[in-house]
């Protein structure tokens, strides 16, 4: 079978092979679970093992298009700080595309660890601890121009309390990515009796989950505006028509009131 599906990707019936691999693997999410799927406490040292010498550190086409999302909302020359770096490369692509000063924080060592070895400035840290902490002991209390938060508070207790500690640290806004649990993919699966599938690994991976318009509202009673709203990934046209419905995710860009 693999090189059933290998000689495909290779062919000129790529593109078809791509479009009804794609169609597939979204029906199947309305009844199915993830294979990778299990219960039991979220281990991000075991995640990036596994990652390790296939995918770490590469961007695949979801993370691809944050990427180039975000990097119009970043000034060249800017400070920036990645909550939640993962294998760093998203702040690689900014680094190269907007010639940014940027750093990163991680909770797993072996994240870390493989950042710093590719010539990254990222360090390790506990987000659910008091921001003032780290921001402390780390950084001497340093304000960035930027925190970049993505796919990062959906799997926090506490995001509210994190959003709010970091304010003073920041100079030009916040910009978090959060995927949509509104998305239309979502409300059908729940109709079908499942709760919407964000996870990969365990249902514990996310502790927090937004609509469209839960984050609007949310940012609202935080203090803050949101400045941009991109749907960046989901049904083609569809969501920028209607992204509470069509969109699989956002990235916002937040500011004081």
Not at 81 to 105: M, S, T, W
Not at 124 to 130: E, F, G, H, Q
Request: charged fraction near 25%; glycine fraction near 6%.
């Amino acid at each position: 079978m693999s090189n059933w599906k290998a000689a495909l990707r290779e062919s000129p019936l790529k593109p078809i092979y791509l479009w009804l691999a794609n169609r597939w693997r979204g029906v199947r999410r309305l009844f199915a679970y993830p294979d990778t799927a299990s219960v039991g406490a979220v281990d991000y040292d075991a995640y990036w093992e596994r990652k390790a010498g296939t995918h770490i550190g590469t961007l695949s086409p979801w993370r691809m298009k944050r990427a180039r999302a975000i990097a119009p909302l970043i000034m060249t020359g800017s400070s920036v700080l990645d909550l939640g770096v993962g294998d760093g490369a998203l702040l690689k692509y900014l680094i190269d595309e907007c010639k940014i000063e940027a750093v990163g924080v991680d909770v797993s060592p072996k994240a870390v660890a493989f950042c710093t070895a590719n010539g990254l400035d990222v360090r390790l840290a506990d987000m659910n601890k008091p921001v003032s902490l780290y921001m402390r002991e780390l950084f001497d209390e340093r304000v960035f121009d930027y925190v970049i938060l993505s796919e990062i508070i959906e799997h926090l207790p506490d995001p509210e309390s994190l959003l709010r500690d970091l304010q003073p640290f920041v100079r030009l806004g916040f910009i978090i990515s959060i995927p949509n649990t509104g998305f239309h993919q979502h409300r059908l699966r729940l109709l079908l009796g499942r709760f919407p599938l964000q996870w990969v690994v365990t249902p514990g991976e996310h502790l927090r989950f937004w609509t469209r318009a839960d984050f609007h509202w949310w940012s609202r009673q935080l203090g803050y505006r949101i400045v941009r709203e991109i749907p960046y990934e989901g049904t083609p046209l569809l969501k920028e028509m209607l992204p509470g419905l069509f969109a699989a995710a956002f990235i916002y860009l937040l500011k004081p009131e």
